[in-house]
Nanobody, 120 residues
Framework: QVHLVESGGGLVQAGGSLRLSCAASGSTFTFNTMGWYRQLPGKQRELVALIMSGGTTNYADSVKGRFTISRDNAKNTVYLQMSGLKPEDTAVYSC??????????????WGQGTQVTVSS
């Protein structure tokens, strides 16, 4: 089984920065794409950013130029550096990974979510 443990959420003022981390564990698994979704109050969950195992990244238009996703494959950890935060970034941020083991189909696993609150 795969477990994802997130850290780094909290309360920050508008214009500030936060760094989210998500460490994946699962000894027989290969972690392919890793990324972050967020769920704003009363809205559908949306993709924030993803990074493939080779380093290719993709961002939501709303965060381009402000957020940076990266990963440390040796530590099976994905990071989300968030700068220039706005009140509308307030959400629960959840990491995920698309992982596979021993030729099994790729499955998506989720972290528990971490709250990010940006005050104006």
């Amino acid at each position: 089984q795969v477990h994802l443990v997130e850290s780094g959420g909290g309360l920050v003022q508008a214009g500030g920065s936060l760094r989210l981390s998500c460490a994946a564990s699962g000894s027989t698994f290969t972690f392919n794409t890793m990324g972050w979704y967020r769920q704003l109050p009363g809205k559908q969950r949306e993709l924030v950013a993803l990074i493939m195992s080779g380093g290719t990244t993709n961002y939501a238009d709303s965060v381009k130029g402000r957020f940076t996703i990266s990963r440390d494959n040796a530590k099976n950890t994905v990071y989300l550096q968030m700068s220039g935060l706005k009140p509308e970034d307030t959400a629960v941020y959840s990491c995920y990974t698309d992982a596979t083991t021993w030729g099994a189909p790729v499955r998506r696993f989720w972290g528990q979510g971490t709250q990010v609150t940006v005050s104006s």
